[in-house]
């Protein structure tokens, strides 16, 4: 559109300059003939020309004369001719005398010929006019006249003023038309007319399609516009719009609302049955037309919606708490009580969880045949009063096939009953207790199986009284929805109960089930597997030759069956190590290549775990000195309690974690008082999420210092101050009181190199025996010491030491400098040597080798018979 008013302006300014061109040129060749008519008359009516013509030489009197009179009269030429037409006068002197050039017939007739011709000085408009004597008789004529390029010049040197003057108007009328395009584009928001067209029809559909009514009322009371559903809530006539409002048979309060323009907001307006809500606006605000907008909403049909909106939106917020409320814990029977109590809360008003007897321990339920009895446990139960018929908390109910309860454990489907009195296969259930729940009033039930990732779990139950009506089909839906979020927090809670109760068997399998009999300490001990899943830690106490003992702590990083595997191999790792009577740095060390070597071996499976992260605490404590030796692989240091009561925290050699490799572990040697406790802990006892291990360590050595308590109570006393209150990690405690074996229980003395010697140790052993009571020992203590101190004479290197120790057995300990082993084998028949370890190992209940920085130890043990009696030695 704006193209083509641009079009239109530039072809009118086009026809503009066209037509004033044509004018003005026109009027420039009118001015001409004029000017040269005006001037030719007037020289050839001057007085004298008739006798200068006549005269003797015309020429040399005339030429001044006309070329005076030409340049008076602005024209091109002035030229006076004889009848011949033969030239006296001329601007260019040269031609006088030569023949005019023009029509000169009529002028000798005596008229005046006005014409363009091709002349000397080229082509030329000219006048041509008779000159007369007194008589009349034409003598000669006078020819005036301007040259055809100068009356065009004179027109074109007005083209460009006319042309500007064009252009100017040009550029008034397309600036004016883009104003006025700018405007309209600006209104309209840019959109052309088809766009505005369908525009329009889009408004008109919507309008018309809004669920409001729409009235538009003129300033003289008569309607403009009013929408499908204005027409539908004021019952208007198909012809209204036009027509005056008073004229419509409209109730008199709402012909006055619609025709007053007055501002009203949300009026309640009654018309027949409904109750209309009317918003009413002036459109003569901002200098607009008079009349009115008036909208009308039928409150009566919002009010029903509402209702139901609201009522979405309580059950939308109530599975989202559900969402948040149900599932917190990781137990099955928290979960079925969530449940129950937030249906009661929002939905019902009693609710019951039963639950199959495989769900509690963590197993999959077996789904019986249709039709067969059900066998749940009431696991929970809610309702607004505590008083109900319903099946009580834990037991066990059998339901009939015909039940809801069964054939959705059965089939899996959700079954409403919405009046119970009248479902026939609830009532076979069980008839007393039956009619006592109708009796208490409870009309309506749902039945919704719990089933999550495939597997029946159970079945939910939702009551209703009917005080507040049976459920329809909207509640089935919801229930469902509500049943479904708790079956899957059921379901993992049904996983987490059967992965942790395998791992707590595995772990209690691994762990020691009883502490070995022994002398060198009193020992108590506590393990309580983490609330959210067992973990990796072990302690173990470990009888060692020589009345020693040795004991550990160890914790494998992490929960889980993965977690309680590890620590079982390694707790048997340590008690393989552990008999080969290795220090405790060497033993981590062992240890460290192990884990190295099973982790290398785990990186190269796919989906196994590493054991990195293992931690360790070996002790080796021996009652004949009293002192313990200690080393740690990245553990918690133990405390030691003295007799006295004083706390102490040693300070160890903090070694690696296990598994890291390449740093060697260093031993510390401590000496204990008799009745000192040596304390053994995991970092579960001291650290927790409330509180720094500082502050454990603190609470642990404050609990401690309280002398006169057995291991047991000192066990009891440190988790009662320092468990916490949500155990997220296993917490193992070994408490060992030392005890010194006598002095008097202890015999040892050097043996000279010499085989002479034999027969003193076997004497001063057989005197020894007898002072300890234990002549019955004598002839094998005699034979051993023999053959143990004659192999360390032949194969050892001095000095020879003998110990006996009289603990709960008999221990015959002999000792050198020598590093060679001697090893047990069979003896042919033909060899002299060779039996004396064979009789040893025969004639006692254990023996063997252990290496000492000085040499080696060749021990013997016999168990006594006052021990196989059962009878308890002094001590």
């Known amino acids: 559109m704006f193209v083509l008013q641009v079009l239109i302006v530039l072809l009118l ?119 007369e004597d007194s008589g009349g008789a034409v003598v000669g004529i006078v020819s005036s006249g301007m040259k055809v390029a100068n009356v065009s010049s004179a027109i074109d040197r007005q083209l460009p003023v006319v042309l500007g003057a064009g252009a100017v108007a040009l550029g008034v009328a397309t600036g004016g038309t883009a104003l006025v395009g ?57 012809d209204a719009e036009g027509r005056a409002v008073t004229d419509l048979g409209l109730a008199a309060r709402t012909a006055e609302l619609l025709v007053s323009g007055r501002e009203v907001s949300d009026e309640v307006l009654p018309v027949g049955e409904r109750l209309l809500a009317v918003n009413t606006r002036p459109t003569d605000s901002g200098d607009g037309p008079a009349g009115s907008v008036t909208t009308l909403r039928d409150s009566t049909e919002l009010r029903a919606l509402a209702g139901r909106a609201e009522t979405a939106r309580g059950r939308l917020r109530m599975l989202y708490d559900a969402s948040v409320a149900i599932g917190t814990t990781l137990d099955v029977r928290r979960t079925a009580d969530e449940l129950a109590g937030m249906a009661v809360r929002e939905f019902c008003d009693f609710a019951t969880v039963d639950l199959a007897e495989a769900v509690l321990s963590g197993e999959e339920p077996r789904t019986p045949a249709v039709g067969e009895p059900v066998e749940l446990r009431r696991v929970s139960v809610d309702g607004i009063r505590d008083d109900s018929p319903l099946y009580p908390r834990g037991e066990l109910v059998r339901w009939a096939g015909s039940t809801p309860q069964a054939e959705g454990f059965v089939g899996g489907r959700s079954t409403l009953v919405p009046e119970l009195a009248a479902d026939a296969g609830w009532r076979r259930q069980d008839t007393e207790r039956t009619q006592a729940v109708l009796e208490f009033g409870l009309g309506s039930l749902i039945a919704v199986p719990l089933t999550a990732r495939g597997v029946l779990m159970g079945v939910a139950c939702f009551w209703r009284g009917r005080e507040r009506g049976p459920f329809e089909e909207d509640d089935l839906s919801l229930a469902e929805e509500l049943t479904a979020r708790a079956a899957v927090s059921v379901d993992n809670a049904r ?34 597997p983490a609330q959210a899943g067992v973990g990796g830690d072990w302690f173990d106490v470990i009888p060692l030759p020589g009345a020693r003992v040795a004991l550990v702590v160890g914790d494998v990083v992490g929960h889980g069956l993965h977690a309680a595997a590890t ?4 707790r048997t790792a340590v008690q393989n190590f552990s008999t080969l009577d290795l220090p405790p740095d060497e033993l981590l060390g062992h240890l460290d290549e192990l884990v190295t070597h099973i982790d290398q071996e785990t990186a190269d499976s796919d989906g196994e775990h590493a054991i990195t992260g293992a931690t360790c605490l070996y002790c ?32 160890l050699p903090a070694g690696p974690p ?101 027969a003193e140790v076997r004497a001063e052993a057989v005197r020894r025996l007898g002072d300890w009571g234990l002549d ?13 101190v004659t192999n360390a004479i032949r194969y050892g290197s001095g000095p020879i030491r003998v110990r006996l120790l009289y603990d709960r057995t008999l221990i015959c300990e002999v000792s050198d400098t020598g590093s060679t082993s001697p090893h047990l084998r069979y003896a042919a028949d033909e060899d002299e040597g060779g039996r004396g370890l064979y009789l040893v190992a025969r004639l006692t209940d254990r023996w063997g080798v252990r290496y000492t920085a000085e040499g080696k130890i060749i021990w013997a043990e016999q168990f006594l018979q006052s021990d196989r009696q059962g009878q308890e030695k002094p001590w």
């Open 620 to 651: 080796i404590y021996d009652p004949t000195t009293g002192i313990c030796a200690l080393a740690r692989a990245g553990h918690p240091p133990p405390a030691l309690v003295h007799p006295d009561g004083t706390v102490e925290l040693p300070v």
């Open 182 to 238: 700018r405007r309209l584009l600006r209104q309209t928001h840019g959109l052309g007319p088809e766009e505005m067209t369908r525009m329009y029809e889009h408004h008109d559909a919507v309008l018309h399609a809004v669920r409001e009514g729409v009235v538009i009322v003129s300033g003289d009371g008569r309607i403009l516009l009013a929408n499908d559903e204005a027409r539908r809530l004021l019952d208007l006539p198909a």
């Open 567 to 570: 620590m079982g191999r390694l």
């Open 776 to 788: 019955e020992a004598g002839f094998v203590t005699e034979l051993v010491l023999s053959e143990l």
């Open 495 to 528: 996983r987490f109960t059967r992965e942790h109760t395998m791992a707590v068997t595995l772990q209690h399998s691994l762990l020691p089930r009883a502490l070995p009999e022994q002398s060198a300490v009193d020992v108590a001990h506590r393990y309580l």
């Open 658 to 758: 296990l598994g890291l490799g390449g740093m060697p572990f260093e031993a510390a040697e401590l000496r204990l008082a008799e009745g000192s406790s040596l304390v053994l802990y995991t970092d579960g006892l001291i650290e927790d999420r409330t509180r720094d291990v500082g502050v454990g360590l603190d609470l642990l050595t404050e609990t401690l210092g309280r002398p006169g308590r057995s291991p047991q109570e000192v066990c009891t006393a440190v988790l009662d101050v320092l468990l916490p209150a949500r155990q997220s990690d296993d917490i193992a405690l070994l408490v060992a009181r030392t005890r010194v074996l006598a002095p008097e229980r202890i015999a040892g003395w050097e043996v000279s190199a010499e085989f002479e010697a034999v």
């Open 13 to 131: 300014v086009v026809v503009a300059v066209v037509a004033l061109l044509v004018q003005s040129r026109s009027d420039r060749f009118d001015a001409a003939r004029d000017r040269s008519l005006a001037a030719a008359e007037s020289f050839a009516h001057g007085p004298g020309l008739v006798a200068t013509m006549e005269g003797p030489n015309p020429s040399a009197v005339l030429q001044p004369l006309t070329e005076a009179a030409r340049k008076a009269a602005m024209v091109d030429f002035i030229v006076v001719t004889d009848r011949n037409g033969i030239r006296y006068t001329h601007p260019e002197p040269q031609l006088i005398g030569k023949k005019f050039v023009g029509t000169i017939g009529p002028s000798l007739e005596g008229k005046v010929t006005v014409e363009q011709v091709h002349g000397p000085l080229g082509q030329e408009y000219q006048v041509v006019v008779p000159v």
